[in-house]
């Protein structure tokens, strides 16, 4: 099952401090405007999303279809391929992708702590 691009998508008080925080790091702005309450931030093959007021807490974030540069992929595993693998494996989804379509769509698992993991294909 290939996932595609991982990054961690963080949910932040203050974008701005940040922002500064994780370019101490060495990243730097890739996507995303921080007046708008998101930024999308990378470190070679890194990717962190900042997010303020958009959800609670963090999220696993992955993107089949993308690579880490947000490319499309000539080949890649459809996100309701990825979910009927692990409905299979008895994963409870807290949200679930349209089976019948094609194209963009995604779907919410939560891991045994609660950590919330988001598939989420663009493509």
């Keep these: 099952m290939e996932l595609g691009a991982f990054s961690i998508s963080l949910a932040v008080k203050d974008i701005n401090a940040s922002k500064q925080f994780y370019e101490k790091f060495g ?5 995303g405007d921080a007046s708008k309450g998101l930024l999308i ?12 007021g958009m959800f609670d807490k963090n999220i696993l974030t992955f993107n089949p279809g993308w690579d880490s540069n947000a490319q499309k992929l000539a ?49």
């Design 41 to 52: 931030m990378k470190n070679g093959d890194h990717v962190i999303g900042l997010f303020q």
């Design 27 to 31: 990243f730097k702005a890739f996507a």
């Design 75 to 123: 080949g890649f595993t459809d996100v309701r391929e990825i979910q009927r693998q692990l409905k299979a494996q008895g994963v409870q989804l807290v949200k679930e992708a349209d089976e019948s379509g094609t194209g963009p769509a995604s779907f919410v698992a939560m891991d045994p702590d609660g950590n919330q993991i988001l598939v989420d294909q663009h493509v």
